[in-house]
């Protein structure tokens, strides 16, 4: 059972927007910034957005994250079949004094 | 370029020990805290440990806290990860990181008889 909540899976079509969430409470979300990672199979994770909605280095910007209160978002636009991928919401918790990780979302691009 | 090279993973009987191993490359390492990650075999990702850039400071999941220890050596710019007392559900790839962003290529511990 994971401290943060993601759905197991989503799914699209090519081109379309998707969005997944991740949802906390106050001592993780609430009161820290989000972190986003993709992994694709047999990798290492990748990060994808951190501090809620900033762009590392060569991420493309069809990935966008958004926080509110106790949930965050990141959103996939133009879908492609290379982001066929886990997805996983990371953040600092207050109260477990130490980094979060939510169960993941595996992203099936139809 | 940032690189993140682990070693030290293997088989060890439940109750073992192993020493693992994360040399870092590119970057300043006595500027950033360091992270682990493990990902047990089809699970997801699980925040292992941190060390501040100093090693003043460290922080550890509750599964771990008194059998792991994690330590630097900032004139190696090596990060490490001492692993006692394994059990069974220890076993998974191990991941070094710089603070939360970059990884490296990871490194499998399997705790088995």
């Known amino acids: 059972q994971s401290v943060l909540t993601q759905p197991p899976s989503a799914s699209g079509t090519p081109g379309q927007r998707v969005t997944i969430s991740c949802s906390g409470s106050s001592s993780n979300i609430g009161s820290n910034t989000v972190n986003w990672y993709q992994q694709l199979p047999g990798t290492a994770p990748k990060l994808l957005i951190y501090s809620n909605n900033q762009w590392p280095s060569g991420v493309s910007d069809r990935f966008s994250g958004s926080k509110s209160g106790t949930s965050a978002s990141l959103a996939i636009s133009g879908l492609q079949s290379e982001d066929e991928a886990d997805y996983y919401c990371?953040?600092?918790?207050?109260?477990?004094?130490?980094?979060?990780f939510g169960g993941g979302t595996k992203l099936t691009v139809l | 370029e940032v690189q993140l090279v682990e070693s030290g993973g293997g088989l060890v009987q439940p109750g073992g020990s192993l020493r693992l191993s994360c040399a870092a490359s590119?970057?300043?390492?006595?500027?950033?805290?360091m992270t682990w990650v493990r990902q047990a075999p089809g699970k997801g990702l699980e925040w292992v440990a941190n060390i501040k850039p100093d090693g003043s400071e460290k922080y550890y999941v509750d599964s771990v806290k008194g059998r792991f220890t994690i330590s630097r050596d900032n004139a190696k710019s090596s990060l490490y990860l001492q692993m006692n007392s394994l059990r069974a559900e220890d076993t998974a790839v191990y991941y070094c990181?710089?603070?939360?962003?970059?990884w490296g290529q990871g490194t499998t511990v399997t705790v088995s008889s």
């Open positions: 990181g710089r603070a939360m962003a970059v």
């Open positions: 990371a953040a600092w918790d207050d109260s477990l004094n130490g980094w979060v």
């Open positions: 590119g970057f300043t390492f006595n500027n950033y805290w």
